[in-house]
Nanobody, 118 residues
């Protein structure tokens, strides 16, 4: 079965940095699209960043220039480097995977908490 395990969350001051990691198993990682979503307190879940199997990336406007998504197919891992963090980035961050040819992200991690203090 597919498993996505996130790590790297924590508490950081505004302006600081964190790097999230998501280790995948049970899926052909190299052909899967990967993404990071987040859900803040009282908010809807939103797409933060995504990376295709070919390495093309997408970023939400709110994180452009501050966050970088990357993948290491040899390690079956996707990363989210988060710089210049703001209190409004506080959320539970989820890793998600979409199999080749699928319309939706069907596989989700358990989430990791990121808290940015002002």
């Amino acid at each position: 079965q597919v498993q996505l395990v996130e790590s790297g969350g924590g508490l950081v001051q505004a302006g600081g940095s964190l790097r999230l990691s998501c280790a995948a198993s049970g899926v052909t990682f190299s052909s899967a699209a990967m993404a990071w979503f987040r859900q803040g307190p009282g908010k809807e879940r939103e797409l933060v960043a995504a990376i295709s199997s070919g390495g093309s990336t997408y970023y939400a406007d709110s994180v452009k220039g501050r966050f970088t998504i990357s993948r290491d197919n040899a390690k079956n891992t996707v990363y989210l480097q988060m710089n210049s963090l703001k209190p409004e980035d506080t959320a539970v961050y989820y890793c998600a995977a979409r199999r080749l040819g699928a319309a939706k992200y069907s596989y989700w991690g358990q989430g990791t908490q990121v808290t940015v203090s002002s």
